[in-house]
């Protein structure tokens, strides 16, 4: 993905204020990339654009900006580093991560069904989902849940959107604090244990999702759809809860 051409696909980023979506935006826009920024909080560029995921009209509204008619690559990170949808003991109930996780991620692949673009070109979408989609979490039952569910959805939307898009997600370990300024993912009930089990011996960056998320995104995965790939210095191999 370098420098913008005339003919160079926009990239658009659906869910701000988290650490690999801020990552990805400032990267982009720093090799001339055109990136347009889609939802509720506040972005890092002046063309970010408010969007309720889990709210159809809002994403029916899309369907008006003739920015959204051009070629494009979609990197979705909603529910990613949102605290307010991480922890049911926060206050968060199951039917709010529905509503994030499933009904939010639903409301995006209808949109794309729906996309008017005249280009033989393939779509490619990049779904930053999280490790809990396969590793169980105790007192997260409805986030481990919905991620699960989520990446379901992912993979029958890959099917039935093809050719036109292929689908792959990331699925992130826990985030290192200080270098994600508090925007991790999997919840961090042990994080000491949790560094145990890790390969590497230190917890994931938004760095490391990144540079998955910028070859899922490029033509250097052309042959790859509903894919998940962990990028967790290797906790998935625990295979249960931690």
Avoid at 4 to 21: F, H, R, Y
Avoid at 139 to 164: D, H, Q, W
Avoid at 196 to 202: E, P, S, T
């Amino acid at each position: 993905m370098n420098a913008a051409t005339p003919s160079q696909p926009l990239t658009v980023i659906v869910g701000m204020g988290n650490a690999v979506s801020t990552l990805a935006a400032s990267t982009l826009r720093k090799r001339g990339l055109d990136v347009l920024e889609l939802g509720l909080t506040a972005g890092t560029h002046e063309s970010a654009t408010f969007l309720d995921v889990t709210d159809e009209a809002g994403w029916a509204a899309l369907k008006q900006d003739d920015r959204l008619r051009r070629p494009a690559y979609f990197l979705y990170t909603v529910g990613h580093g949102d605290p307010s949808v991480l922890a049911l003991s926060g206050g968060s109930s199951i039917g709010q991560h529905t509503a994030v996780n499933l009904q939010g991620l639903q409301n995006f692949f209808a949109f794309l069904a729906r996309r008017e673009v005249h280009s033989e070109r393939t779509s490619s979408v990049v779904l930053v989902t999280s490790l809990n989609s396969r590793l169980a979490v105790p007192g997260y039952s409805g986030y481990c849940a919905t991620k699960a569910g989520a990446a379901m959805l992912a993979r029958v939307a890959a099917i039935e959107l093809a050719p036109f898009y292929r689908i792959n997600m990331v699925a992130p370990g826990p985030f290192c604090r200080k270098t994600s300024e508090s925007h991790g993912d999997l919840p961090l009930p042990n994080e000491s244990l949790a560094k145990r089990h890790i390969l590497g011996g230190r917890l994931t960056t938004a760095i490391d999702v990144w540079r998955v998320v910028e070859f899922l995104l490029s033509d250097a995965s052309s042959w790859m759809t509903g894919c998940e790939l962990p990028v967790d210095g290797g906790l998935h191999l625990l295979g249960a809860s931690y």
